[in-house]
């Protein structure tokens, strides 16, 4: 195979790898929607089934259990849409006349879009609001050491969910430099870069 036929090979390869990362991008930041939303109606139905039974105060905690595996689930598919949005702004984005520019764009204009207050693809405003009502509901009618449990537990929960919302303000920088010491480092990595 000579060397035109390998560069049209490698073209393609990039091509069919960028769709596939573009594909997963879009399939994770849905299904980090729809667990949002699926965790916030199961958190509430087990919540009101907690609050209309005479269960003890730690049955209380199943609702918050829902609400933070729900969290890091959100957490956990955005963390890996945005190291994936890096990869394909560092390895596609060469900025040339015709190359895919969304990442590039979408890192510049972020602090720019119209939102209110902007945007939380964490979730993390509706997930506080969930644990406060939870505590609510859990704590009603408990003695003192029950209150300490459940406001210990709790307060660890919004205690991740603040410093996951730190995180994610600052992970697009840090994975992006990462990315490019991981690229520079990395003779493979780096003959794959020169040949496209």
Same mark, same amino acid.
């Given at each position: &195979?000579?060397?035109?036929?390998? #560069?049209?090979?490698?073209?393609e390869l ?44 730690? $049955? ?13 689930? $959100? ?10 949005? #890096?990869? $394909?702004?560092? &390895? ?21 879009? !119209? ?16 644990? /406060?009502?939870? /505590? ?13 449990? %459940? ?7 919004i205690l991740?969910? !603040? %410093?996951? #919302?730190? /995180? ?20 493979? $990595? ?7």
């Open positions: &195979m000579d060397s035109q036929q390998t #560069r049209i090979s490698d073209a990039a091509l069919q790898e960028y769709r596939s990362l573009r594909e997963t991008i879009q399939t994770r930041g849905s299904l980090r929607v729809a667990i949002a939303i699926a965790t916030c109606f199961v958190w509430a139905a087990l919540s009101l089934w907690c609050w209309t039974s005479a269960a003890g105060f730690l $049955v209380g905690l199943v609702p918050l259990f829902v609400l933070w595996a729900g969290f890091e689930a $959100v957490l956990s598919l955005h963390t890996g849409v945005e190291r994936v949005g #890096r990869y $394909v702004q560092r &390895m596609f984005e060469s900025g040339g006349p015709a190359a895919p520019a969304w990442e590039h764009i979408a890192v510049v204009m972020g602090p720019h879009w !119209l939102s209110p207050k902007g945007l939380d693809p964490l979730f993390s405003t509706v997930f506080l609001a969930a644990a /406060f009502l939870n /505590f609510i509901q859990a704590g009603a009618g408990s003695d003192s050491t029950q209150l300490a449990i %459940l406001s210990a537990v709790h307060l660890l929960l991740r969910i !603040l %410093l996951a #919302r730190r /995180f994610a303000s600052i992970q697009r920088k840090a994975d992006i430099a990462a990315l490019e010491s991981v690229i520079s480092s990395n003779a493979l $990595v780096s003959r794959i870069q020169h040949r496209q």
